[in-house]
């Protein structure tokens, strides 16, 4: 259990750079007095460690040390290896830095070079353009370093933010920040037109877990989103596209009638949303609650009509 503490408190120190003799505990879970135990005996191992205490100190390795990375199950190198680069990698500049850390995994454990990547991450969504995020770089090295930034959003005045992960979702990209006197909350990275990387440290919440967080998150949001259920009767033909065009939440269908034609029920955010996107199925889905979709599905046929009928 040691070596293991031993070799995390290595890899938090390259990772991270200075950090306090508490923040290590606590990522240790160990005290303090632990800690500087382990800074000795890793400094007699020969491993280049600075322990500096008092108002303003810390611990950090020797400015350019790196750890070898040795001793690798064939098993262990396989699982660091079993993923290609994603492009969300390339966004945030680490591709070459990761190509580069899978040729030393292959050469340290022993594989040959031309063993390649079994799975491949290409998250994006079919048919969705991708956003441009002119700040990513700089979010991604205030989330690594563990530092504050002052961002601006659209047209809104600019704030200070502890920015606390970044999550890719579908190819989107989400800022996870700590605003003072606020729970932790979301911004879309896109939105962010300035960025700037502060020397003030980012005072992480005790238990933070960004995956926990995004899960309770994601699941709260979809929840508070409004939603407005239409009964509808569908054909055959419609219902066999309802999951590529509404997701794979479509829930089930009732029995068919004589003509195959089921009743389903699906959920949109308003009104306008349910009509336009009915509209397009034509005579093959017919709407039977709430009336007002009715109507306006009936006056959007009509608008139709009026700009391409003779």
């Known amino acids: 259990m040691r070596a293991d503490r031993l070799l995390s408190l290595i890899l938090l120190l390259q990772a991270r750079g200075r950090m306090p003799a508490s923040a290590l505990a606590a990522e240790l879970e160990v005290s303090v007095r632990t800690v500087y135990r382990d800074l000795a005996a890793l400094s007699v191992a020969g491993v280049p460690v600075l322990a500096e205490s008092g108002p303003g100190g810390g611990c950090e390795l020797l400015e350019g040390y790196r750890f070898p990375l040795r001793g690798l199950r064939p098993d262990e190198a396989e699982a660091l290896l079993i993923l290609g680069v994603p492009h969300a ?16 995994i292959r050469t340290t454990a022993g594989m040959a070079s031309e063993d390649a990547a079994l799975v491949h991450l290409d998250m994006p969504r079919w048919f969705g353009s991708q956003e441009e995020v002119p700040q990513l770089r700089t979010m991604a090295q205030a989330v690594r370093q563990r530092r504050q930034l002052a961002v601006a959003r659209d047209d809104k005045p600019a704030r200070i933010v502890g920015p606390l992960g970044l999550v890719n979702k579908a190819g989107t990209w989400y800022l996870v920040v700590l605003i003072p006197g606020r729970p932790v909350t979301v911004f879309r990275a896109a939105r962010i037109r300035a960025a700037r990387l502060l020397s003030t440290p980012v005072e992480r919440p005790d238990g933070f877990n960004l995956g926990g967080f995004w899960a309770q998150w994601s699941a709260e949001f979809e929840a508070s989103r409004p939603r407005l259920a239409v009964t509808v009767r569908a054909a055959p033909q419609a219902l066999a596209v309802f999951p590529e065009i ?59 009509l009026r700009c391409y009928g003779s």
């Open 246 to 304: 509404f997701g794979s939440g479509v829930p089930e269908a009732g029995a068919p009638d004589e003509q195959g034609w089921r009743v389903v029920t699906l959920t949109f955010e308003h009104e306008l949303a349910a009509v336009h996107r009915l509209a397009g199925f034509g005579g093959l889905v017919q709407v039977m609650d709430p009336p007002l979709v009715r109507e306006h599905l009936l006056a959007t046929a009509h608008e139709i």
């Open 89 to 104: 990698l390339g966004d945030l500049g680490l591709d070459e830095a990761l190509t580069q850390a899978h040729r030393q």
